[in-house]
Nanobody, 125 residues
Framework: QVQAVESGGGLVQAGGSLRLSCTVAGLAFDFYPMAWFRQAPGKEREGVSCITRSGSTIYYVDSVKGRFTISRDNAKNTLFLQMNGLGPDDTATYYC??????????????????WGQGTQVTVSS
């Protein structure tokens, strides 16, 4: 059974930073692309960033470029998202996701097969 557990969310003031982690068990972590999505109340789930198995290809949604950094430690089965310069628009539940169907990144939630339970990020103005 695949399990993905996020941590690192919390309440932070605008301009602050957080580092999210997602530890995965139950599959060959280093074989698949992984991504971070977020969902704010009343909004659709949005692809924030995606990284391929080797880290050679990385995608960011425009709104986080230059502020967020995705990385992965395949030896520890862990995905990270370093978030700097946070603003109120970044407030959402953040999910890590695993795409076991192919080796290519995507920003579509429908293409990811496994999900964590989410971690809440709240940014106060």
């Amino acid at each position: 059974q695949v399990q993905a557990v996020e941590s690192g969310g919390g309440l932070v003031q605008a301009g602050g930073s957080l580092r999210l982690s997602c530890t995965v068990a139950g599959l060959a972590f280093d074989f698949y692309p992984m991504a971070w999505f977020r969902q704010a109340p009343g909004k659709e789930r949005e692809g924030v960033s995606c990284i391929t198995r080797s880290g050679s290809t990385i995608y960011y949604v425009d709104s986080v470029k230059g502020r967020f950094t995705i990385s992965r430690d395949n030896a520890k089965n862990t995905l990270f998202l370093q978030m700097n310069g946070l603003g109120p628009d970044d407030t959402a539940t953040y999910y890590c996701a695993i795409k076991s169907s192919s080796r290519y990144c995507s920003d579509s939630a429908r293409e990811f097969q496994y999900w964590g339970q989410g971690t809440q990020v709240t940014v106060s103005s």
